[in-house]
Protein backbone atom coordinates (compact mmCIF):
# COMPACT_ATOMS: atom_id res chain seq x y z
CA UNK A 1 0.00 0.00 0.00
CA UNK A 2 1.53 3.51 -1.37
CA UNK A 3 -0.76 5.74 1.61
CA UNK A 4 -3.15 7.90 0.83
CA UNK A 5 -2.97 9.12 -2.78
CA UNK A 6 -4.23 12.96 -3.73
CA UNK A 7 -4.58 13.61 -7.37
CA UNK A 8 -3.75 16.25 -9.04
CA UNK A 9 -1.05 17.63 -7.36
CA UNK A 10 -1.48 21.15 -8.61
CA UNK A 11 -3.99 23.20 -10.14
CA UNK A 12 -4.67 26.64 -11.53
CA UNK A 13 -7.65 27.80 -12.47
CA UNK A 14 -9.25 30.68 -13.34
CA UNK A 15 -11.88 32.60 -11.37
CA UNK A 16 -15.97 31.02 -11.52
CA UNK A 17 -14.60 27.60 -12.97
CA UNK A 18 -15.10 24.27 -11.28
CA UNK A 19 -12.83 21.93 -10.08
CA UNK A 20 -12.30 18.50 -8.94
CA UNK A 21 -9.93 16.65 -6.34
CA UNK A 22 -9.72 12.81 -5.88
CA UNK A 23 -8.71 10.98 -2.99
CA UNK A 24 -7.53 7.18 -2.67
CA UNK A 25 -7.58 6.14 0.54
CA UNK A 26 -5.26 3.48 1.86
CA UNK A 27 -7.94 0.31 1.25
CA UNK A 28 -8.52 -0.76 4.65
CA UNK A 29 -9.36 2.85 6.17
CA UNK A 30 -13.23 3.32 6.23
CA UNK A 31 -12.90 6.67 7.65
CA UNK A 32 -11.81 9.55 5.13
CA UNK A 33 -11.42 13.02 6.28
CA UNK A 34 -10.72 16.64 3.77
CA UNK A 35 -8.55 19.23 5.12
CA UNK A 36 -8.13 22.79 3.96
CA UNK A 37 -4.29 24.32 4.53
CA UNK A 38 -4.11 28.25 3.76
CA UNK A 39 -0.34 30.03 4.34
CA UNK A 40 0.54 29.99 7.92
CA UNK A 41 -1.89 28.45 9.42
CA UNK A 42 -3.06 24.31 10.64
CA UNK A 43 -4.84 22.65 8.68
CA UNK A 44 -8.76 23.12 9.37
CA UNK A 45 -11.48 20.44 9.45
CA UNK A 46 -13.75 20.20 6.09
CA UNK A 47 -15.68 17.27 6.07
CA UNK A 48 -15.73 13.58 7.10
CA UNK A 49 -16.34 10.30 5.53
CA UNK A 50 -17.22 6.48 7.25
CA UNK A 51 -17.55 4.43 4.55
CA UNK A 52 -19.74 6.14 1.99
CA UNK A 53 -21.73 8.09 4.54
CA UNK A 54 -20.81 11.84 5.12
CA UNK A 55 -21.07 12.27 9.03
CA UNK A 56 -20.23 15.57 9.24
CA UNK A 57 -19.48 18.63 7.30
CA UNK A 58 -18.17 22.09 8.62
CA UNK A 59 -19.24 25.45 8.12
CA UNK A 60 -16.26 25.99 6.09
CA UNK A 61 -17.81 24.00 3.42
CA UNK A 62 -20.08 26.27 1.32
CA UNK A 63 -22.56 25.46 -1.22
CA UNK A 64 -20.38 25.80 -3.66
CA UNK A 65 -18.46 22.95 -2.17
CA UNK A 66 -19.43 18.75 -2.95
CA UNK A 67 -17.63 15.73 -1.80
CA UNK A 68 -18.55 12.22 -1.98
CA UNK A 69 -17.28 8.84 -1.44
CA UNK A 70 -18.83 6.07 -3.65
CA UNK A 71 -19.02 2.88 -2.76
CA UNK A 72 -16.60 3.93 0.12
CA UNK A 73 -13.44 4.01 -1.64
CA UNK A 74 -12.15 6.71 -3.26
CA UNK A 75 -13.16 10.37 -2.52
CA UNK A 76 -13.82 13.62 -4.68
CA UNK A 77 -13.68 17.08 -3.50
CA UNK A 78 -15.52 19.44 -6.25
CA UNK A 79 -15.94 23.22 -5.97
CA UNK A 80 -18.12 25.03 -8.11
CA UNK A 81 -17.59 28.53 -9.30
CA UNK A 82 -14.52 29.03 -7.61
CA UNK A 83 -12.88 32.19 -6.05
CA UNK A 84 -9.83 33.09 -5.07
CA UNK A 85 -10.32 32.81 -1.35
CA UNK A 86 -10.42 28.76 -2.28
CA UNK A 87 -6.65 29.30 -3.15
CA UNK A 88 -5.28 27.01 -0.82
CA UNK A 89 -4.13 22.82 0.21
CA UNK A 90 -6.57 20.55 0.08
CA UNK A 91 -5.66 18.00 2.45
CA UNK A 92 -7.29 13.95 1.98
CA UNK A 93 -6.66 11.81 4.79
CA UNK A 94 -7.87 8.28 6.32
CA UNK A 95 -7.81 6.43 9.54
CA UNK A 96 -9.21 2.88 10.55
CA UNK A 97 -11.78 2.49 12.81
CA UNK A 98 -10.73 4.57 16.67
CA UNK A 99 -7.67 6.05 14.90
CA UNK A 100 -8.48 9.07 17.00
CA UNK A 101 -5.02 8.53 19.03
CA UNK A 102 -2.93 6.99 16.26
CA UNK A 103 -3.29 9.98 14.10
CA UNK A 104 -4.16 10.45 10.90
CA UNK A 105 -2.55 9.48 7.53
CA UNK A 106 -2.52 12.21 4.83
CA UNK A 107 -1.77 12.35 1.86
CA UNK A 108 0.52 15.37 0.07
CA UNK A 109 -2.33 17.20 -0.84
CA UNK A 110 -3.70 19.55 -3.92
CA UNK A 111 -2.55 22.46 -4.23
CA UNK A 112 -5.17 25.07 -5.52
CA UNK A 113 -4.46 28.44 -6.94
CA UNK A 114 -7.14 30.49 -8.67
CA UNK A 115 -6.06 33.53 -10.61
CA UNK B 1 -12.47 30.57 18.76
CA UNK B 2 -9.12 29.01 18.44
CA UNK B 3 -9.23 25.58 20.62
CA UNK B 4 -5.44 25.12 19.91
CA UNK B 5 -2.55 27.57 19.96
CA UNK B 6 1.00 27.61 19.08
CA UNK B 7 2.36 30.56 20.16
CA UNK B 8 5.62 30.80 18.62
CA UNK B 9 5.73 31.06 14.57
CA UNK B 10 9.85 29.59 14.58
CA UNK B 11 12.08 28.01 17.04
CA UNK B 12 16.04 28.09 16.13
CA UNK B 13 17.84 25.14 17.67
CA UNK B 14 21.55 24.04 16.85
CA UNK B 15 22.36 20.09 16.25
CA UNK B 16 22.77 17.96 19.21
CA UNK B 17 20.51 20.62 21.75
CA UNK B 18 17.09 20.15 22.90
CA UNK B 19 14.11 21.53 20.94
CA UNK B 20 11.04 22.44 23.04
CA UNK B 21 7.79 22.87 20.87
CA UNK B 22 4.91 24.06 22.80
CA UNK B 23 1.11 24.26 22.25
CA UNK B 24 -2.02 25.73 24.63
CA UNK B 25 -5.53 24.40 24.25
CA UNK B 26 -8.55 25.57 25.65
CA UNK B 27 -10.67 22.74 25.80
CA UNK B 28 -10.23 19.84 28.92
CA UNK B 29 -12.44 17.52 27.22
CA UNK B 30 -10.25 16.62 24.57
CA UNK B 31 -9.25 12.99 24.47
CA UNK B 32 -5.75 12.85 22.78
CA UNK B 33 -3.37 14.94 21.68
CA UNK B 34 -1.17 14.78 18.60
CA UNK B 35 1.81 16.15 16.84
CA UNK B 36 2.34 15.90 13.51
CA UNK B 37 5.28 17.15 11.31
CA UNK B 38 5.33 18.34 7.94
CA UNK B 39 8.04 18.88 4.95
CA UNK B 40 7.34 21.53 1.92
CA UNK B 41 5.29 20.20 -0.31
CA UNK B 42 3.75 16.99 1.40
CA UNK B 43 1.37 16.25 3.95
CA UNK B 44 1.78 16.19 7.63
CA UNK B 45 3.10 13.13 9.27
CA UNK B 46 1.79 11.74 12.54
CA UNK B 47 4.71 11.56 14.61
CA UNK B 48 3.68 10.79 18.77
CA UNK B 49 0.47 11.29 20.40
CA UNK B 50 -0.65 11.12 23.70
CA UNK B 51 -4.13 10.64 25.89
CA UNK B 52 -5.82 12.74 28.00
CA UNK B 53 -5.39 10.25 30.76
CA UNK B 54 -1.54 10.33 31.24
CA UNK B 55 1.13 12.97 31.82
CA UNK B 56 3.94 11.55 29.41
CA UNK B 57 5.16 9.57 26.46
CA UNK B 58 8.05 8.44 24.77
CA UNK B 59 9.18 7.45 21.60
CA UNK B 60 12.99 7.42 20.65
CA UNK B 61 13.98 10.95 20.51
CA UNK B 62 10.57 12.27 21.47
CA UNK B 63 8.67 12.94 24.23
CA UNK B 64 5.62 14.85 24.48
CA UNK B 65 4.60 15.99 27.86
CA UNK B 66 0.66 17.12 28.76
CA UNK B 67 -0.30 19.43 31.58
CA UNK B 68 -3.95 19.30 32.31
CA UNK B 69 -4.09 22.13 35.00
CA UNK B 70 -2.17 24.53 32.79
CA UNK B 71 -4.03 22.92 29.80
CA UNK B 72 -0.60 22.94 28.02
CA UNK B 73 1.32 20.39 25.92
CA UNK B 74 5.27 20.06 24.66
CA UNK B 75 7.28 18.14 22.60
CA UNK B 76 10.57 17.66 23.18
CA UNK B 77 13.36 16.61 20.72
CA UNK B 78 16.78 15.31 22.22
CA UNK B 79 19.15 15.36 20.26
CA UNK B 80 17.99 17.43 17.85
CA UNK B 81 19.09 16.77 13.88
CA UNK B 82 19.08 18.66 11.03
CA UNK B 83 16.85 16.51 9.53
CA UNK B 84 13.72 17.63 12.07
CA UNK B 85 13.63 21.00 10.81
CA UNK B 86 9.99 20.93 9.58
CA UNK B 87 6.83 22.61 10.55
CA UNK B 88 5.52 20.96 13.68
CA UNK B 89 2.03 21.09 14.09
CA UNK B 90 -0.12 20.28 17.78
CA UNK B 91 -3.75 19.32 17.10
CA UNK B 92 -6.22 17.82 20.13
CA UNK B 93 -8.43 14.67 19.02
CA UNK B 94 -12.05 14.50 20.68
CA UNK B 95 -15.25 12.05 19.82
CA UNK B 96 -18.30 13.63 18.37
CA UNK B 97 -20.35 13.46 21.35
CA UNK B 98 -22.56 9.85 21.27
CA UNK B 99 -20.65 9.27 18.39
CA UNK B 100 -17.85 6.76 17.01
CA UNK B 101 -15.59 9.26 15.55
CA UNK B 102 -14.05 12.40 16.04
CA UNK B 103 -11.65 14.84 14.33
CA UNK B 104 -8.65 16.51 14.50
CA UNK B 105 -8.06 19.89 15.66
CA UNK B 106 -4.62 21.97 14.67
CA UNK B 107 -2.39 24.36 15.78
CA UNK B 108 -1.01 27.17 13.72
CA UNK B 109 1.96 25.68 13.44
CA UNK B 110 5.97 26.03 14.62
CA UNK B 111 8.72 26.16 11.83
CA UNK B 112 11.00 24.18 13.57
CA UNK B 113 15.33 24.50 11.92
CA UNK B 114 17.98 22.89 13.20
CA UNK B 115 21.39 24.10 12.72
CA UNK B 116 24.38 21.46 12.28
Known amino acids: DTGVSQDPRHKITKRGQNVTFRCDPI?????LYWYRQTLGQGPEFLTYFQNEAQLEKSRLLSDRFSAERPKGSFSTLEIQRTEQGDSAMYLC?????????????FGSGTRLTVV | DQQVKQNSPSLSVQEGRISILNCDYTNSMFDYFLWYKKYPAEGPTFLIS?????DKNEDGRFTVFLNKSAKHLSLHIVPSQPGDSAVYFCAVYTNAGGTSYGKLTFGQGTILTVHP
Open chain 2, 50 to 54: ISSIK
Open chain 1, 27 to 31: SEHNR
Open chain 1, 93 to 105: ASSPQGGGGYGYT
